[in-house]
Nanobody
Framework: QLQASGGGLVQAGGSLRLSCAASGRTFSRYVMGWFRQAPGKEREFVGAIPWSGGSTYYADSAKGRFTISRDNAKNTVYLQMNNLKPEDTAIYYC??????????????WGQGTLVTVSS
């Protein structure tokens, strides 16, 4: 089970940190991905990090502003978002699966947390 939290309303230029807590099973062999879906748009890749270590991956829209990290002791993955823009407004989801930019390759999904960035 994945539980995403930390969304909210923030002004442009502000920051938020999303959390994704894993429970009920081990995800150590998976890659943890963050996706987002804006109204009327398809779900898109934001970034990903392997539970076991290694490189993180980011969408171009996230590079330089977003950082993914993990705390293995807490079974939690984080998405730190800085310098937020109105176009970052979306429901953000965490997911576990094999590394891919395609959400269909992720088997486990959290419920999503809404991020709203006002201009």
């Amino acid at each position: 089970q994945l539980q995403a939290s930390g969304g909210g309303l923030v002004q442009a230029g502000g920051s938020l940190r999303l959390s994704c807590a894993a429970s009920g099973r081990t995800f150590s062999r998976y890659v943890m991905g963050w996706f987002r879906q804006a109204p009327g748009k398809e779900r898109e890749f934001v970034g990903a990090i392997p539970w076991s270590g290694g490189s993180t991956y980011y969408a171009d829209s996230a590079k330089g502003r977003f950082t993914i990290s993990r705390d293995n002791a807490k079974n939690t993955v984080y998405l730190q978002m800085n310098n937020l823009k109105p176009e970052d407004t979306a429901i953000y989801y965490c997911a576990a699966g094999v590394f891919s930019y395609n959400p269909d390759d992720y088997s486990y999904w959290g419920q999503g947390t809404l991020v709203t960035v006002s201009s």
